[in-house]
């Protein structure tokens, strides 16, 4: 696990396997970790009414993000949280993602938000 301090926040990045940077992800993992980073900087900032990072690093993450799902489409529909983000994400909001997970999932997010 990759330990960051943000502020107030001690975000614990989650991976599912056993890596430390993210150069080594491969591509679909790379897809899962921008989701993941996106489900959690958006309950941050909607659940917790704060920010972690700044407006213009969320939207480039988000845009690479939505640039992973046009170029890897297969692989978007076989990530990890294609369920809350759907074909038609945009980058343009995360405001119902966290809602929208079930309850494992949420449970991870809010072991990373600690």
């Known amino acids: 696990m990759i330990h960051t301090k ?3 926040y001690n975000l614990i990045t989650y ?6 940077t ?3 992800l491969s591509v679909q993992e790379y897809i899962d970790f921008l989701q993941r980073f996106i489900i959690v900087h ?16 969320y939207d480039t ?9 046009n170029k890897y489409p297969d692989l978007w529909k076989s990530s990890m949280y294609y369920k ?3 074909d038609d994400y945009n980058g343009a909001t ?9 309850e494992r999932q949420k449970r991870i997010i ?4 600690k």
């Open 42 to 57: 958006s309950y941050i900032y909607y659940e917790k009414d704060d920010s972690a990072i700044s407006d213009r690093e």
């Open 6 to 8: 943000v502020q107030n």
């Open 84 to 86: 809350q983000f759907g």
């Open 61 to 69: 993450k988000a845009k690479e993000l939505v640039k992973y799902k």
């Open 22 to 24: 993210i150069n080594n």
């Open 15 to 20: 991976y599912p396997f056993e890596t430390t």
């Open 94 to 102: 995360g405001f119902t993602l966290f809602h929208d997970l079930d």
């Open 110 to 113: 809010l072991s990373i938000v």
